[in-house]
């Protein structure tokens, strides 16, 4: 058999096969949009097996998404064959509970920890606000998740949370931490941020441990490593340390997420962390068409916190992209669905083809009207994901129960579903008498037969419940996870309250049921040894893209940021205004514009042949009427651009006009006049001081002359609504 060095000289560009044959020591491949970087991934696996004779149980590959891991796999075994296998190829959560289900008992963690979802924190967090009498009005639980979250990323535990918390909020935060972090513990649950934090904590703590796991895993590959944040850095880090055969992938003009504790820094200082790393940039796109390319590299190349490169392809000049002007944001979604109908009809291009992109997910709604209006199928990924349909979470909430009894997130879910007369009063009772005997809920339950702790309809409602789950503990020592499912849909009652309902609703409802034991069953087929601890492991670290099938004939909406990673023929960029496209909040920070810069980038970078963009002259948002045109349109060079506008009604401000400027990008007629230039100074974007509140950036303006209205985020005292003519501001030099 031929090396397979042969075939990656045929197959692979110059700097492609570099990157995949470059595998002692550190390497950094800063891989550009579309320049085939899971390609380069995949034969650099492949080609340590085959030519380097590295046994594929030494290797470590960790990516973002599940999909994107069976991808890989999925190739890798294509190019050596089923050897393969053996290598460790997962996300970073999936790899960090396989390392806790075998060691974490090292820590006291039990083997068959629950993994919380998102909702399940969630909940657990209102919970924990209820018994302390916070009200969630004041104090939003989402808020307080993701300073706990941002906490557990940096290591924090409750304790020195607490230590440093400062400001009110912040030792809210902390008393919440604290019950929710015990009540986590109680539970025999993890978060996903424990996932995390508790395996970094568990190899740092026990030098004997990190050692195993560096002998087993001496080439390691991280993929999208802009995306990494403290702890899985952390734990690429420890895992490197020793034998230094780290490569990792990315590109820094993508990284998008550092509102979820993403930190670019990693990949920018990666030369600094491992010294002598050699550097190879993936340049040549193989994507998109040298004007998307043109428009993406002018955007993009004004931010400064970036390693310089430059995209570039071999292939068609391709159209030029398209600006759509509408008057508001039904305007733009019968924009953008007047093209659709135009691109399918003319046989262009399948409804699957075509991606229509926002900032938020609130945008959706004038589109998903009006493609409804036009009878255009099409699907939402990272709307009601399948397994947080109200009665596949019941379902799962049984599952989770009888694998974990102390599971109470769970259990409060079920013991009154369906309704069994168990309201609040009555579990109140029932948790009491539970703590009174020290045992656990599900225990109290099983245990029991009278409960004289209960009266009437809530004692025949728990015996009831707890010979179901008699039942079904006895269902699951003997049946096979499909029948296991199938037990509790019968037995539970969820069946049957579905069925009792709305005839419509019930059909659809039932349908996603049996959708489950599909599932089920499908997960079995592919698994040998599978378990319903597996299979609920498994669904746990789904994410949107996971569950999105690809191969469905239906237009796709979905955010910029679930977009990252995917790429589509066609591509709609919707709500390009200031203060949507840049957010608000964006504009008080350079790091922030300069994140939400390089959104914009990936959003023209998921496009192959035509591309799109979308903004309307009037737009509600949060009450304030957006009117600015996003400045990242004034940033695309003006020979790449064409305009079409569609006005229903009169504007209230003359249409800005597209000219070009010396430097080559599209400038913008101003909203105001020569006539009426007074306050032309206070532009959007700009710093400005107040003689009481201090240095502000303002981040809108409306209206002319003396009627010119500017907001401004001062730094010390949030946001003002201010009229120019009596705002005494000071431009900041």
Not at 267 to 272: H, R, V
Not at 380 to 405: C, H, S, W
Not at 704 to 717: A, G, H, K, L, N
């Amino acid at each position: 058999m031929a090396p397979l060095i042969d075939k990656m000289r045929e197959e692979l560009n110059a700097r492609q096969f570099e990157a995949a044959t470059t595998v002692d020591g550190p390497l950094l491949i800063l891989a550009g949009a579309g320049s085939g970087k899971t390609r380069v991934l995949t034969y650099r696996a492949a080609y340590l097996v085959s030519d380097r004779k590295v046994s594929p149980i030494n290797i470590l590959a960790v990516t973002f998404t599940n999909k994107a891991a069976g991808e890989m796999k999925e190739r890798m075994e294509s190019l050596v064959g089923q050897a393969i296998r053996d290598m460790q190829v997962s996300t970073f959560h999936s790899f960090c509970v396989r390392i806790l289900r075998r060691f974490g008992n090292m820590d006291g963690l039990p083997r068959d920890f629950t993994i919380y979802d998102q909702e399940d924190s969630l909940n657990l967090i209102k919970r924990c606000m209820e018994d302390m009498l916070i009200s969630p009005k004041s104090h939003s639980p989402k808020a307080i998740r993701e300073f706990i979250s941002s906490a557990k990323d940096k290591l924090i535990s409750p304790d020195q949370y607490a230590a440093t918390a400062k400001a009110y909020f912040n030792k809210i935060v902390a008393q919440v931490y604290e019950s929710y972090q015990r009540r986590l513990e109680t539970a025999a649950a993890l978060d996903f941020d424990d996932l995390l934090c508790k395996a970094v904590k568990l190899i740092q703590g026990h030098p004997d441990l990190l050692e195993q796991l560096q002998n087993r895993f001496r080439y390691i590959m991280v993929d999208e490593y802009q995306d990494t944040n403290h702890v899985q850095y952390l734990l690429v880090k420890n895992l490197a340390a020793r034998d230094r055969n780290i490569c990792v992938v990315g590109d820094d003009d993508q990284s998008i997420y550092g509102w979820r504790g993403a930190e670019i820094r990693n990949i920018l200082d990666f030369e600094n962390d491992f010294p002598g790393c050699h550097v190879v940039k993936l340049e040549q796109n193989y994507r998109s068409t040298k004007t998307i390319l043109k428009a993406a590299s002018s955007v993009v190349g004004r931010n400064r916190s970036r390693k310089a490169k430059t995209l570039f392809s071999e292939g068609d000049e391709g159209d030029k992209i398209t600006l759509l002007v509408a008057d508001d944001d039904r305007g733009e979604a019968e924009m953008v669905a007047d093209k659709i109908e135009t691109l399918i009809s003319d046989d262009r291009f399948k409804r699957r083809e075509i991606a229509i992109l926002y900032r938020t997910n609130a945008q959706s709604r004038a589109i998903e009207e009006t493609l409804k209006n036009r009878f255009i199928p099409y699907t939402i990924v990272g709307g009601l994901r399948f397994y947080q349909r109200k009665e596949i979470k019941d379902v799962m909430a049984y599952l989770k129960v009888i694998t974990n009894p102390h599971d109470l997130i769970s259990l409060r879910r079920i013991i009154n579903t369906p309704s069994r007369g168990l309201g609040k009063v009555a579990l109140a009772n029932i948790e009491k008498m539970a703590v009174e005997k020290q045992v656990s809920l599900v225990q109290l339950i099983l245990e029991g037969d009278d409960y004289p702790f209960l009266k009437g309809k809530a004692k025949t409602g728990l015996r009831q419940f707890g010979n179901i789950l008699k039942v079904l503990v006895a269902a699951k020592g003997e049946n096979d996870p499909v029948e296991l499912v199938k037990s509790i849909i019968e037995k539970s009652g969820i069946l049957h309250e579905i069925e009792s309902g709305d005839p419509i609703e019930a059909q659809s409802r039932r349908e996603n049921l049996d959708e489950l034991v599909a599932a089920v069953d499908e997960f079995c087929q592919r698994n040998e040894d599978a378990t319903i601890e597996s299979f609920l492991e498994e669904v746990s670290l789904y994410t949107d893209i996971d569950q999105w099938d690809d191969s469905v004939d239906s237009v796709t909406l979905m955010t910029l940021h679930s977009a990252k990673g995917l790429e589509f023929p066609v591509v709609f960029i919707t709500g390009l205004e200031e203060g949507l496209f840049p957010l608000s909040k964006a504009l008080e920070s350079d790091a922030e514009l300069e994140e939400e810069r390089r959104l914009f980038y990936v959003g023209i970078t998921r496009a192959e042949k035509l591309l799109f963009i979308a903004r309307a002259n009037t737009r509600r948002r949060f009450g304030d009427r957006l009117t600015l045109e996003s400045r990242f349109i004034s940033e695309l060079p003006a020979d790449v651009v064409r305009v079409e506008e569609k006005l229903y009604t009169p504007p209230a401000v003359s249409s800005r006009s597209y000219l070009s400027n010396t430097s080559g990008n599209t400038s913008f007629d101003s909203d105001v006049s020569a006539s009426d230039d007074t306050y032309s100074y206070l532009e959007v974007g700009r710093w400005v001081t107040h003689p009481t509140w201090g240095d502000g950036r303002i981040i809108a303006r409306r209206g002319i002359s003396d009627s010119t209205e500017i907001d401004v985020v001062f730094q010390y005292v949030g946001r003002k609504k201010l009229l120019a003519k009596y705002a005494n501001l000071q431009i900041k030099a």
